[in-house]
């Protein structure tokens, strides 16, 4: 065996982080990741139990896999050379890792790129195509990459060394450097890819660990079972004791159950030059060989248990968020579709309730405006009707024009009748739709269409004034009159003229007479003619007072008979969207009370599901249970 791939001292103290336990073990993790695998299947998470079946068959292989991790410069490179005591790994400033290099053993030193191949789709495992190369085209292959080849299909690279430390059954992997703003996803990535089942994590020794570091290590300590934590260029630190043990620190307070140990390559490979087995004592090497050797030694019985553990965690993790969640849905109760009815419907009763308030009061509202407007609009109309009328009778003598005068009035009192009520019959069309508005949009499908009898008969209902009984003038009436009207002036001017020597009865009292005969009969027609104007005023008074009583009445009558049809017609209206509204709250109210039952089912029986992976993250807690240890503090290295 090559000393320097062993290391020329050992740690005395057992280095597995590990605690044995009884030889039925193997069979406990097993069992656990296969119920937790049944589990998953069962919640429908497929993806899950695919991942558990891969990380079954992962534990079981003997070989160890650790990954190498670490940011740029950290000395990863130089690390696995120094272990291997083989330039696997181009180390420097120069060097640009693309992909992750996975170093196992081979009878004869051999590389191979490892693409995905074209036909297959991206995936967790993808199919593999190895391209074989000659080892020392590999650096240049992997830090300028390849023309024929894209990065983006390229895997990883694989070297073969024949050493015996690899042979025990150790595979190396040295992951690229990662975008550190959020390395976690990436590591995970690329350890899923080359199949880890631990990680070596690097950093130097010249400072304490790193915010961003100790959170990709608490992330990795959930995942990775045996996290060893490597210090590096310790020969380059002379404080690094006081590094180790403020990052043993820092590890406990984050509780990450990492190992830590302090390296020094350098001196590692300056020790295997010149062969001094003190120097590479002093290196830290040994203390790292051992552990590794112990590790995969114990993968079955330790690791493998321990990541077992982890792993079912990890997913009955994942199982218990989903149905914590699920539960606390189901709690709050949310808004199920039958809540939203039941609102709905609750809302549609409030609503319903004011509305048959409110077009209960538009209604009579509507009512007494239109009363009162109809009213006033049939007085106006009939008043110019009197104002005209006076008018034509103030000139004409009723006695002789009143025919026409009839007609006229007859006509007049028509038109009014028919304007009045045609205005009625908008102003009701117009209350119906202003009494429709105050239902919701869509409830009124229809107002009632009807005429009443009156409206269309309007005018018939108006009757002719018959010509009144006026004073007339007759012959008799005239010679009366004049004959009295005569004798004052026959009288008065026969008395004077008497006076003169004439006699009572002369010509010039004749005269007299005769003037104050005709003035009595023409002061008489006057006077007969403005009795007969002041009855026919009258009457035309009386007829005009009598055809707006009856209109009147006739047009409160259509309006209340309008009140009667539509109060029916919206009382009935209400009442089907009562009945409509009531139904569904009914209908709403039960699918509520179907699904509070089938809610109030669904979080027994999401809480007795979680009981149970309650008892299988026990079981996992108890296997993945791991004691990390720190390494006794080593005497400084030698400049």
């Not at 009143?402 to 009748?417: M, N």
């Not at 006057?526 to 009386?542: D, G, I, M, Y």
Request: proline residues 6%; aromatic residues 4%; neutral net charge.
């Amino acid at each position: 065996m090559d000393p320097w791939e062993a290391g020329l001292a050992t740690y005395p103290r057992p280095a597995s982080p590990f605690t044995a336990e009884p030889g039925t073990a193997e069979t406990r993790w097993l069992d656990l990741l296969d119920r937790t695998t049944r589990t998953c299947v069962a919640h429908d998470r497929p993806d899950l139990a695919r991942w558990l079946v891969r990380r079954r068959a992962q534990l079981l292989d003997p070989q160890l896999r650790v990954m190498v991790v670490g940011e740029a410069k950290q000395g990863k490179s130089q690390l696995i050379n120094a272990l291997l005591n083989a330039t696997v790994c181009p180390a420097g400033d120069g060097a640009r890792r693309r992909v992750a290099t996975v170093v196992r053993h081979a009878a004869a030193p051999s590389a191979h790129l490892v693409r995905r191949q074209p036909a297959q789709p991206h995936g967790d495992e993808p199919a593999e195509d190895r391209l074989p190369l000659p080892v020392e085209r590999l650096a240049e292959r992997l830090d300028t990459g390849d023309d024929h080849h894209p990065p983006g299909e390229l895997l990883y690279a694989e070297v073969g060394l024949p050493r015996e430390l690899l042979a025990g059954g150790l595979t190396l992997i040295e992951a690229p450097a990662v975008d550190w703003s959020d390395p976690a996803p990436a590591v995970t990535a690329i350890g899923t890819l080359t199949r880890a089942d631990t990680v070596l994590f690097v950093t130097e020794a010249t400072r304490e660990l790193s915010p961003a570091e100790l959170a990709l290590l608490v992330h990795l300590g959930r995942s990775y079972p045996g996290l060893v934590v490597a210090l590096t260029k310790t020969d380059l630190a002379p404080d690094w004791r006081w590094v180790l043990r403020r990052d043993h620190q820092l590890l406990a307070e984050a509780g990450v159950p990492a190992r830590l140990v302090a390296l020094s390559a350098t001196l590692r490979l300056h020790a295997a030059r010149t062969g001094d087995q003190a120097l590479n004592a002093e290196s830290g090497f040994p203390h790292l060989v051992t552990h590794l050797r112990r590790t995969v030694a114990g993968k079955s019985e330790q690791l493998a248990r321990v990541g077992a553990g982890l792993v079912t965690r990890s997913a009955l993790e994942d199982l218990a968020a989903a149905l914590r969640d699920e539960l606390a849905a189901e709690r709050r109760g949310g808004t199920s579709d039958a809540m939203s009815r039941l609102h709905d419907a609750q809302r549609g009763l409030e609503q319903l309730r004011s509305c048959t308030t409110r077009w209960q009061y538009a209604l009579a509202d509507e009512v007494a405006d239109l009363v009162s407007d109809i009213e006033y609009d049939l007085r106006e109309r009939t008043r110019a009707i009197l104002r005209k009328a006076d008018e034509n009778l103030d000139e004409a003598d009723p006695g002789r024009s009143w025919r026409p005068f009839e007609e006229w009035l007859d006509g007049s009192l028509r038109d009014v009748a028919e304007a009045n009520f045609g205005w009625l019959a908008e102003r009701i069309e117009s209350m119906a739709d202003r009494v429709a508005q105050e239902f919701p949009d869509g409830a009124v499908d229809y107002l009632p269409q009807w005429t009443p009898a009156l409206l269309r008969d309007a005018p018939d209902r108006v009757d002719r004034l018959g010509k009144p009984a006026v004073d007339r003038l007759s012959l008799s009436q005239k010679v009366f009159t004049g004959l009295r009207g005569s004798y004052g002036g026959v009288l008065m001017f026969g008395l004077a003229t008497g006076l003169a020597g004439m006699p009572l009865i002369n010509p010039l009292s004749l005269g007299a007479g005769a003037l104050f005969a005709g003035k009595s009969i023409r002061d008489e027609s006057r006077s007969t003619l403005k009795r007969r104007q002041a009855t026919a005023k009258a009457a035309v008074q009386r007829h005009v007072d009598d055809v707006f009583a009856r209109l009147n009445k006739d047009a409160k009558d259509v309006i209340r008979q309008a009140q009667r049809v539509l109060r029916t017609h919206f009382t009935d209206l209400t009442e089907e969207l009562q009945q409509a509204v009531v139904e569904s709250a009914r209908t709403a109210k039960q699918a509520v009370d179907n699904d509070a039952a089938v809610r109030e089912h669904r979080t027994r029986r999401i809480q007795r599901e979680l009981v149970s992976l309650s008892g299988l993250y026990k079981q996992a807690t108890a296997l993945s249970v791991a004691r990390p240890a720190l390494v006794p503090a080593q005497r400084p290295p030698s400049a």
